[in-house]
């Protein structure tokens, strides 16, 4: 089963414009809870779903008086660090969409591997 906890950086497609957007996952086997921020005037949104395998579905709830949920499925990659798939609002509104980790997420990787690095004498023999 992927893990996606953590914050993941997306974009969604309405009618053609891209909005973007950050999500943060908290998964639990699983189940999935966690909290999106539109890059729109509808803002901040409760999500709840599930990841089984490489699939992901949840359903996101603004916190505004807003009265639609929109709900999201998608696959996620292999390395588990980016998803893509479609959104709809009932069956009149769709779209795709698409995240990836966020890059605090792959800093603190790069971090972790330059700690671990290899002093540059030792690899040009002096």
């Known amino acids: 089963m992927a893990d996606v906890n953590g914050t993941w950086l997306g ?26 921020l539109d890059d729109n005037h509808l803002g901040e949104a409760q999500i709840d779903g599930e990841v089984v395998g ?37 069956v009149l509104y769709s779209g795709s969409w698409e995240a990836h980790r966020n890059d605090e997420n792959l800093m603190a990787d790069l971090r972790n591997r330059l700690e671990q690095k290899v002093p540059v004498e030792a690899l040009v023999g002096g």
Not at 11 to 36: C, M
């Open 54 to 90: 490489r699939s992901i579905r949840f359903t996101k709830r603004y916190l505004t008086p807003s009265h639609h949920s929109v709900s999201y499925s998608g696959t996620l990659t292999e390395d588990a660090n980016s998803m893509q798939g479609n959104w709809t609002i009932g």
């Open 11 to 36: 974009t969604y497609w309405q009618a053609g414009t891209p909005t973007r957007f950050e999500a943060t996952f908290i998964q639990s086997g699983n189940s999935l809870s966690g909290r999106i």
